[in-house]
């Protein structure tokens, strides 16, 4: 996750006072774009990913690996009116993909 998606977080996480929940999947309206919620329970079918004490991500049915290549959590301003919490704070999350050993 980068820095700037780190500190997105830690907002949200502040403001909110509840756990948080990311979820990358293969969605519908903004592909594989990263959703952050409130109060989440994650599916069955769900893989956690990654976990620290603001935030756990989950990939959902995304698909194959692609070698040599790690996923990097990103955000960018964005006026968007996804239902993803971040977009309240006029940002929205990112998955870019980086030359593993770049992150």
Same mark, same amino acid.
């Given at each position: 996750m980068s820095e700037t998606a780190r500190d997105l977080v830690a907002k949200v996480a502040a403001d909110k006072g509840t756990p948080l929940c990311m979820v990358i999947a293969n &969605? *519908? *309206? !903004? /592909?594989t774009a990263p959703y952050l919620y409130a109060n989440m329970t994650p599916e069955l079918h769900w893989t956690l990913v990654m976990e620290d004490d @603001?935030?756990?991500?989950?990939? /959902?049915? @995304?698909?194959? !690996?692609?070698? &040599?290549? !790690?996923? @990097?959590? !990103?955000a960018r301003r964005d006026l968007s009116d996804s239902l993803s919490l971040e977009s309240d704070y006029g940002y929205r999350f990112v998955v870019r993909f980086v030359e593993s050993g770049n992150l």
């Open positions: &969605g *519908c *309206c !903004d /592909g @603001l935030v756990s991500v989950y990939t /959902g049915n @995304l698909g194959p !690996d692609v070698p &040599g290549m !790690d996923v @990097l959590i !990103d």
